[in-house]
């Protein structure tokens, strides 16, 4: 029998104001930061420096770390252009590494909405090293969702019914 948080879909939560200079986590725990003063309607940047735990078993930046800033900047563009009642997470994300990084380097990270419609938003990255030389490329979709989406409230109320239901036969 499986659990309700392995069949309900997760549903992100409202990004709270002052967002950028918020973030914790697993945002906190990788050291890279929104640059508020970068950041503007529909773009964001992310920075910070290379250190020995974001290195892989080559010396160089692992991987994730590289897809780690870029959704985050990627996705920090996107929350940068949406309403009072709407929130976003990513759906698709597809990264290309094309130099590696060593430790101690400056890492930028710059997000752009390419296009923003009701439900979807295309967005590009680039990482960058402290020198302006590309690092890595990548392009992604976010899912935006409303409050006001009927869709949405008939599930957030069908997963409400499921977990009453359940307490009740407990």
């Not at 290379?50 to 994730?64: C, D, K, P, Q, S």
Request: hydrophobic share 35%; glycine share 12%.
């Amino acid at each position: 029998m499986s659990s309700a948080r392995e069949t309900s879909a997760p549903r992100p939560v409202r990004i709270p104001v002052g967002w950028a200079d918020r973030l914790g986590g697993f945002h906190q725990e990788v050291g890279f930061r929104v640059d508020p003063g970068e950041t503007r309607d529909g773009h964001c940047v992310v920075g910070g420096r290379v250190e020995a735990r974001h290195l892989n078993i080559n010396g160089v930046v692992h991987g994730g770390v590289y897809a780690t800033i870029l959704d985050t900047a990627m996705g920090g563009a996107v929350v940068t252009m949406l309403d009072e009642d709407e929130t976003t997470a990513t759906t698709s994300l597809y990264v290309e590494f094309l130099r590696p990084a060593r430790e101690g380097q400056v890492l930028r990270a710059r997000g752009e909405v390419v296009r923003r419609g009701r439900h979807l938003a295309f967005v590009e990255g680039n990482l960058l090293d402290g020198d302006g030389t590309r690092l890595s490329q990548a392009h992604g979709t976010w899912y935006i969702w409303s409050a006001s989406d009927p869709t949405w409230k008939k599930e957030a109320q069908a997963r409400t019914d499921q977990s009453t239901a359940r307490r009740r036969r407990s």
